[in-house]
């Protein structure tokens, strides 16, 4: 049985579909097809039935899922073992990001820490904050950075830097620098979208000064930061966003920040990973790293 039967195996389970198997995996759907053909036939049954345009496992894939994805973690542990005696440190670092720290804090550190080990690369991969959990939970990566600290009892979550969330205006814009919590109703908003961390910490913060998201008036929602603040620039609305996200605007005089009196939202940023998955030590370098 070949580690690659194991890994295909793996993710057809987790995704019900030889598709999302192949784009998760990078290769083709007849290439599946073909692993799991070969699977099935060196272990003798069947772990997929082809239900039209959907497939379910049967129960001898049900058996083999949890002991597949064991033993691949063991490999990545022996690999990892290989490496440390050897002294490098090498091969990809694979992290998923939110929006923020994705695009404005994970750059400039892994940088510096690629300075100290060059024979690393990294892949960042940005979704919001909910489906970076979501891949953490089901063992699609080992490490992720996000904007809010999501109910999940299976991961943990270290703060690793701070950050502040201000209401962003056009320059241009005839509002005055500092408003009441009430006068939030009078203005057009464009907020992010469901499962933004952003979007999660705005939320409570508005919900603890006692407004209701649902009573502002709601311009557009908007997939990223980078969409939210380039909004604000053209005067649709305004937003409450990452100071982060728009120092560059701010020292610019393109956008202005208004103050809202009684309302403060600062948060933490979190590196999140698996309570009980052992992390290759490439991983837990660079999660030392960023929390250090």
Partial sequence: METRHLQVFTAVYRTRSFTRAAEELFTSQ???SEHMKN???????????????????????????PKAVAILDEMHK????????????????????????GEYLLPA?????????????????????GR?????????????????????????FIPFDRDELVLAAA???????????????NFDFLIREQGSGTGSTVNHCLNQAGIDQHALRIRATLGSS????????????????????????????????????GLSMKRSFFVVIQKKR???????LFKDFLIS
């Fill in 132 to 156: 970076i959990i979501d891949d953490i939970s089901a063992h699609r990566i080992y490490l992720g950075v996000v904007g809010a600290e999501l109910p999940a009892t299976n991961l943990k």
């Fill in 39 to 65: 699977l099935e036939d060196r272990i003798g049954c069947k772990l997929f039935d082809r239900l039209g345009r959907s497939i379910s496992p049967t129960p001898e894939a049900d058996l083999l899922y």
């Fill in 226 to 261: 980078t969409a939210i603040k380039e909004a604000v620039k053209t005067g649709l609305g305004i937003a409450f966003i990452s100071t982060t996200a728009i120092r560059e605007e701010l020292s610019q005089g393109t956008v202005k920040s208004i103050e809202v009196e």
């Fill in 78 to 101: 022996l690999e990892t073992g290989l490496a440390t005696a050897a002294k490098t440190v090498s091969g990809e670092l694979i992290i998923g990001a939110s929006t923020i720290p």
């Fill in 171 to 185: 320059s241009v814009m005839d509002i005055p620098m500092t408003i009441a919590l009430n006068d939030l109703v």
């Fill in 109 to 129: 550190r892994a940088a510096q820490f690629n300075n100290s080990y060059p024979e690393l690369s990294f892949e960042i991969m940005i979704k919001d904050s």
């Fill in 278 to 284: 052992t992390l290759p030590f490439r991983y837990q």
């Fill in 30 to 32: 007849p290439t599946i």
